[in-house]
């Protein structure tokens, strides 16, 4: 039972619990704190800004599964505080992995194992809408159904395809372990049939699968092969590429040096942007007690564009380096690491970095740089992902959460690092899901005993809190002497805003529907003029777009160059008497003809006068005069604007 606490904090905490998402790292949103506890949690958005968030409730002395779904602000859209109940079934007393994830029409999909057939761990899987109904059944749909005590399934992963059917792995115990599969279709048929898709080896056991999308809608699984004693196993990673209907077109090697403890589960395994993967762990592959981290990348053919069994990515013979984390930039590339270090003796911590092309060069030096110098103070990588303007990761430094941005030429992104939350108290089992506008939901358990669920919600620009996109690309044309055309884009196709506002001068100029994308400003007196937009979100508002700027002349055609039209040079050959005729549409403040050699040499200057129309220029005797017979040039400039012809001069 918690502790008694002031009714001021009971005030704050009731606040964090119905309000949008917090700003305030020393108060994060709770999305769960009850006297019993809350652990586990797991977290999914959706296309339209939702966020699901999924953990496990002990209330009642055994575990259940529970479910919240929270508005784009963060607000509760089911029962506060609690949410749905998904499975009130029987639980072991110790709990394992299980997975959340979301489909393509806005659906929480999870899957976990539990007790409810026989007393034998067996896997379920449930679809959730919006609505909180029970998609594929009040019960969910059993994926496996032993009734033997000798086996049990466990830890299981899901993941949505492209084709929004659902692909669930897990393990299954028994003298050694296999993998079993199944696909659902969105409506929760098993494709794969009641038998799954098994895979095993005649000897050692297959653990901790892992999928992920390939190119089209095959899919890549990644699984541990384990040989030896389940505490200190000899560690083989595959990553191996199936097609929907479950046939397995290769399998490769990642690495098989075998130095990966039997603690080191799911391992950072990422698309490549080019259908195949890259992965990161740790090990101690020489078996002198000195971890190192390394990466690999799978090619859509299987084949390893990295030196075989990885690439170190810290030459680092002092430290010792432990649970990467990755994001990828599939545009340059390049693979962004973060990774905790350590002494030698493991009583110092620190937070390391590093970027790696896909051939595995080390971009910011054979020693990574750190983020956290090692000090005695905890420091762990939490997560990474990629934006368009960067590589964001999110790590620990004891109690505290933080957040920072970096770049490929090894500066950090934003003015410094953002801090999610700053509570005193402990903080593990961490979650993470990006939305595709690039914004992230962090969510933990948090405290000693009777743990709770907090969560912060972290924007690409790194702030904190709901985030309200601005009008993007916005640009302008002039298209008369005193009128202007402004024109912008939709700033997410998840999140439209209700109408935008345009401003000039900083001045609140005119607000248009959320259907309009342009706007004319007409007529403008001489002067220069900003404009910027702002879109509106109820009663929220974004920040300002990107500002444009003109200049508004008495006369805008002042602006545009004469042009110079039907320019002749005759007769050419010439004895002397030559005419260089050419029309001006608009005024010039300068007009210069040259005459030069075919060595560029400068030999006469002359300046007429010309008038708008047809001009006729007379290159008389005296102009030519002393020029011997020959090829020569003749140059017509107009204020900035030049013309050369070519004249020959007969003896």
Same mark, same amino acid.
């Given at each position: 039972?918690?502790?008694?606490?002031?009714? #001021?904090?009971?005030?704050?905490?009731?606040?964090?619990?119905?309000?949008?998402?917090?700003?305030?790292?020393?108060?994060?949103?709770?999305?769960?704190?009850?006297?019993?506890?809350?652990?586990?949690?797991?977290?999914?958005?959706? *296309?339209?800004?939702?966020?699901?968030?999924?953990?496990?409730?002990?209330?009642? /002395?055994?575990?259940?599964?529970?479910?919240?779904?929270?508005?784009?602000?963060?607000? $509760?859209?089911? *029962?506060? *505080?609690?949410?749905?109940?998904?499975?009130?079934?029987?639980?072991?007393?110790?709990?394992?992995?299980?997975?959340?994830?979301?489909?393509?029409?806005?659906?929480?999909?999870?899957?976990?194992?539990?007790?409810?057939?026989?007393?034998?761990?067996?896997? !379920?899987?449930? @679809?959730?809408?919006? +609505?909180?109904?029970?998609?594929?059944?009040?019960?969910?749909?059993?994926?496996?159904?032993?009734?033997?005590?000798?086996?049990?399934?466990?830890?299981?992963? %899901?993941?949505?395809?492209?084709?929004?059917?659902?692909?669930?792995?897990?393990?299954?115990?028994?003298?050694?372990?296999?993998?079993?599969?199944?696909?659902?279709?969105?409506?929760?048929?098993?494709?794969?049939?009641?038998?799954?898709?098994?895979?095993?080896?005649?000897?050692?056991?297959?653990?901790?699968?892992?999928?992920?999308?390939?190119?089209?809608?095959?899919?890549?699984?990644? $699984?541990?092969?384990?040989?030896?004693?389940?505490?200190?196993?000899?560690?083989?990673? &595959?990553?191996?590429? $199936?097609?929907?209907?479950?046939?397995?077109?290769?399998?490769?090697?990642?690495?098989?040096?075998?130095? %990966?403890?039997?603690?080191?589960?799911? %391992?950072?395994?990422?698309?490549?942007? =080019?259908?195949?993967?890259?992965?990161?762990?740790?090990?101690?592959?020489?078996?002198?007690?000195?971890?190192? #981290?390394?990466?690999?990348?799978?090619?859509?053919?299987?084949?390893?564009?990295?030196?075989?069994?990885?690439?170190?990515?810290?030459?680092?013979?002092?430290?010792?380096?432990?649970?990467?984390?990755?994001? #990828?930039?599939?545009?340059?590339?390049?693979?962004?690491?973060?990774?905790?270090?350590?002494?030698?003796?493991?009583?110092?911590?620190? !937070?390391?970095?590093?970027?790696?092309? &896909?051939?595995?060069?080390?971009?910011?030096?054979?020693?990574? *740089?750190?983020?956290?110098?090692?000090?005695?103070?905890?420091?762990?990588?939490?997560?990474?992902?990629?934006?368009?303007?960067?590589?964001?990761?999110?790590?620990?430094?004891?109690?505290?959460?933080?957040?920072?941005?970096?770049?490929?030429?090894?500066?950090?992104?934003?003015?410094?690092?953002?801090?999610? +939350?700053?509570t005193a108290v402990s903080k593990g089992h961490f979650d993470v899901a990006v939305h595709p506008d690039e914004w992230s939901v962090l969510a933990w358990e948090q405290g000693y005993s009777s743990m709770d669920i907090g969560a912060m919600r972290l924007n690409p620009d790194g702030s904190l809190g709901m985030y309200y996109p601005a009008p993007a690309n916005v640009a302008l044309t002039q298209t008369a002497h005193n009128a202007v055309q402004l024109t912008w884009t939709q700033p997410s196709q998840?999140?439209?805003?209700?109408?935008?506002?345009?401003?000039?001068?900083?001045?609140?100029?005119?607000?248009?529907? +959320?259907?309009?994308?342009?706007?004319?400003?007409?007529?403008?007196?001489?002067?220069?003029?900003?404009?910027?937009? @702002?879109?509106?979100?109820?009663?929220?508002?974004?920040?300002?777009?990107?500002?444009?700027?003109?200049?508004?002349?008495?006369?805008?055609?002042?602006?545009?160059?004469?042009?110079?039209?039907?320019?002749?040079?005759?007769?050419?050959?010439?004895?002397?008497?030559?005419?260089? =005729?050419?029309?001006?549409?608009?005024?010039?403040?300068?007009?210069?003809?040259?005459?030069?050699?075919? @060595? /560029?040499?400068?030999?006469?200057?002359?300046?007429?006068?010309?008038?708008?129309?047809?001009?006729?220029?007379?290159?008389?005797?005296?102009?030519? @005069?002393?020029?011997?017979?020959? #090829?020569?040039?003749?140059? !017509?400039?107009?204020?900035?604007?030049?013309?050369?012809?070519?004249?020959?001069?007969?003896?």
């Amino acid at each position: 039972m918690k502790n008694l606490v002031s009714l #001021v904090l009971c005030l704050l905490l009731a606040s964090s619990l119905c309000g949008e998402w917090s700003v305030d790292p020393q108060n994060p949103s709770l999305i769960a704190a009850f006297d019993a506890e809350q652990v586990l949690p797991k977290v999914a958005v959706t *296309p339209d800004g939702h966020t699901y968030v999924c953990r496990f409730d002990n209330g009642g /002395g055994m575990y259940k599964v529970w479910l919240q779904l929270l508005s784009p602000a963060g607000e $509760y859209v089911w *029962p506060a *505080p609690a949410g749905i109940l998904v499975s009130g079934h029987n639980q072991m007393s110790w709990l394992t992995e299980y997975a959340l994830t979301v489909d393509n029409d806005q659906n929480a999909v999870i899957t976990f194992q539990d007790i409810r057939n026989s007393e034998v761990n067996n896997v !379920l899987a449930y @679809k959730i809408n919006p +609505a909180g109904d029970f998609l594929w059944g009040a019960n969910g749909i059993v994926l496996t159904q032993d009734t033997d005590p000798n086996y049990s399934n466990m830890s299981p992963v %899901i993941f949505n395809s492209a084709d929004n059917s659902c692909y669930v792995a897990w393990q299954r115990l028994g003298a050694t372990t296999a993998i079993g599969i199944n696909r659902l279709s969105a409506t929760g048929e098993k494709l794969w049939g009641e038998n799954v898709l098994s895979i095993s080896e005649t000897e050692g056991s297959l653990t901790w699968p892992q999928i992920i999308q390939a190119d089209g809608n095959n899919i890549l699984l990644k $699984y541990f092969h384990d040989t030896g004693p389940f505490w200190a196993p000899t560690r083989t990673v &595959y990553v191996a590429k $199936y097609t929907p209907e479950g046939s397995r077109l290769w399998t490769a090697v990642v690495t098989n040096q075998g130095g %990966i403890p039997a603690w080191e589960q799911l %391992i950072p395994f990422e698309p490549d942007g =080019q259908g195949g993967c890259v992965l990161a762990w740790y090990e101690d592959r020489d078996m002198n007690d000195d971890n190192d #981290v390394y990466v690999q990348r799978i090619c859509s053919d299987g084949t390893a564009s990295m030196p075989a069994n990885g690439v170190l990515l810290s030459v680092d013979s002092v430290n010792q380096q432990f649970y990467p984390k990755l994001s #990828v930039d599939p545009a340059s590339e390049r693979i962004y690491a973060y990774f905790r270090i350590t002494d030698s003796l493991q009583g110092q911590f620190g !937070l390391a970095r590093q970027l790696v092309d &896909y051939s595995g060069n080390r971009l910011w030096g054979d020693i990574a *740089p750190n983020i956290i110098d090692l000090s005695p103070t905890e420091a762990n990588a939490i997560a990474a992902y990629q934006i368009s303007t960067g590589s964001v990761v999110l790590y620990g430094s004891g109690d505290n959460l933080y957040a920072s941005l970096w770049r490929a030429n090894g500066n950090m992104g934003w003015n410094e690092a953002t801090c999610l +939350a700053s509570t005193a108290v402990s903080k593990g089992h961490f979650d993470v899901a990006v939305h595709p506008d690039e914004w992230s939901v962090l969510a933990w358990e948090q405290g000693y005993s009777s743990m709770d669920i907090g969560a912060m919600r972290l924007n690409p620009d790194g702030s904190l809190g709901m985030y309200y996109p601005a009008p993007a690309n916005v640009a302008l044309t002039q298209t008369a002497h005193n009128a202007v055309q402004l024109t912008w884009t939709q700033p997410s196709q998840y999140l439209v805003p209700d109408s935008y506002h345009i401003y000039m001068n900083s001045e609140f100029l005119q607000e248009v529907e +959320a259907t309009v994308n342009s706007y004319l400003v007409s007529p403008l007196l001489p002067g220069t003029y900003t404009f910027y937009l @702002k879109a509106k979100y109820g009663d929220h508002y974004s920040q300002a777009s990107e500002s444009v700027t003109v200049n508004i002349l008495a006369n805008s055609e002042d602006l545009q160059p004469a042009s110079l039209g039907n320019i002749m040079l005759y007769p050419n050959p010439t004895r002397g008497l030559q005419y260089l =005729q050419f029309d001006v549409d608009k005024q010039v403040s300068r007009c210069n003809i040259g005459i030069y050699n075919i @060595k /560029g040499q400068k030999l006469l200057d002359h300046k007429p006068d010309i008038k708008l129309g047809i001009n006729k220029i007379e290159l008389d005797t005296s102009l030519l @005069k002393g020029l011997k017979g020959g #090829v020569y040039l003749v140059s !017509l400039r107009l204020d900035e604007q030049v013309r050369t012809l070519k004249t020959v001069i007969l003896p």
